[in-house]
């Protein structure tokens, strides 16, 4: 069954540096999101992304915060300077039609900033 | 504003009982609402949808009930099982491209 993927499983970083988490949405979908997790905490919307272009975004993806479709099959998130508070579980999800449809998740990517 | 909360942080049900698990919403112009599964190190997992012209979904051995007049949404599960051990969110659309997720209830299924 086809599954969305992520890349690393766990990213150490020290605060200010970037980092690029890296997914591969499943092959035929359209509609490719990210998503945060703070431990213990809800699961937040950052970005939705569409055509090649952002499709709308919450308040937490500030100018530090950018999305890319590189290639045909990559989807990737930059987080220029990471801060303390960047440390999250950052969730790849993807959907063959829009956010009003099943989306597919992936396995996570855990952020440590320290 | 946007929000969806649950009412209950924690639910412990015994094994072959049936689970209910409550969440409210606020915003009127949500059409689409969606329960995911969350497991300990996993992503979410889609369970079950329901759209705003409906009011009850079933599936396989859950039911979505969404009431419109009080904002307020549900997801049954029958015959609960140890495998059903898990965070289970509700998450709203306005028809946009941003879902919102609720807080999460932990459900714990006892042997």
């Known amino acids: 069954e086809p599954e969305v993927t992520q890349t690393p499983s766990h990213q150490v970083t020290q605060m200010g540096q970037e980092v690029i988490l890296r997914c591969v949405p499943i092959?035929?979908?359209?509609?490719f999101y990210w998503y945060r997790q703070i431990l213990g905490q809800k699961v937040e919307f950052l970005v939705s992304?569409?055509?090649?272009?952002?499709?709308?975004k919450s308040e937490i993806f500030d100018d530090q915060f950018s999305v890319e479709r590189p290639d045909g099959s990559n989807f990737t998130l930059k987080i220029r300077s990471t801060k303390l508070e960047d440390s999250a579980m950052y969730f790849c999800?993807?959907?063959?039609?829009?956010?009003?449809?099943?989306?597919?998740f992936g396995p996570g990517t855990r952020l440590t900033v320290l | 504003g946007e929000s969806v909360g649950l009412h209950l942080p924690t639910l412990s049900v015994q094994e072959g009982d049936n689970s209910i698990i409550n969440c409210a919403y606020s915003?009127?112009?949500?059409?689409?609402f969606i329960w995911y599964k969350q497991e300990s190190g996993k992503g979410p997992q889609f369970i079950i949808d329901?759209?705003?012209?409906?009011d009850k979904r079933q599936g396989q051995r859950v039911t979505v009930l969404l009431n419109k007049t009080v904002k307020h949404l549900s997801l049954q599960i029958a015959a609960t099982q140890p495998g059903d051990s898990a965070v289970y969110f509700c998450?709203?659309?306005?028809?946009?491209?941003?879902?919102?997720f609720g807080a999460g209830t932990r459900l714990f299924v006892k042997a």
């Open positions: 999800a993807s959907s063959a039609q829009g956010a009003d449809n099943e989306q597919f």
């Open positions: 092959s035929n979908h359209l509609y």
């Open positions: 992304f569409y055509n090649n272009e952002i499709s709308e």
């Open positions: 915003n009127s112009a949500s059409d689409y």
């Open positions: 329901i759209r705003s012209n409906m």
């Open positions: 998450a709203e659309n306005t028809g946009g491209f941003k879902t919102i």
